[in-house]
């Protein structure tokens, strides 16, 4: 069984970085460079909305509200999904989740097209 594992949330102050990483459990690897790995986020209160994915083949794509402020890359051979995240706003706020979907067809995965999730990780951005 596929298994994700975020790490690298906390608190930060408006304007600040912080990087996310996501890892594969042990024979969960093989997503990588096969599948569609992008993150989304939760707010309170909110849906959960895709931010950033990326393709097998290392094509990204990005949610509005964060192109130019987030980069997402992979490194295949170490399984590991990162999301870099710059000049954050309050409204960054939410539950950072990891997932894997089985394409991205150029844009980000929707929700039911998800196939596997992370347990996430806190970002809190504060003014």
């Known amino acids: 069984q596929v298994q994700l594992a975020e790490s690298g949330g906390g608190s930060v102050q408006s304007g600040g970085s912080l990087k996310l990483s996501c890892t594969a459990s042990?024979?969960?690897?093989?997503?990588?460079?096969?599948?569609?790995m992008a993150w989304f986020r939760q707010a309170p209160g909110k849906e959960r909305e895709g931010v950033a994915a990326?393709?097998?083949?290392?094509?990204?794509t990005y949610a509005d509200s964060v192109t130019g402020r987030f980069t997402i890359s992979q490194d295949v051979a170490k399984a590991t999904l990162i999301l870099e995240m710059n000049s954050l706003k309050p409204e960054d706020t939410a539950m950072y989740y990891c997932?894997?979907?089985?394409?991205?067809?150029?844009?980000?995965?929707?929700?039911?097209?998800?196939?596997?999730w992370g347990q996430g990780t806190q970002v809190t951005v504060s003014s």
């Open positions: 990326i393709d097998h083949a290392g094509s990204t």
């Open positions: 042990e024979y969960s690897e093989h997503i990588f460079g096969v599948y569609c």
């Open positions: 997932a894997a979907a089985p394409v991205c067809g150029g844009e980000l995965p929707p929700l039911i097209a998800v196939g596997y």
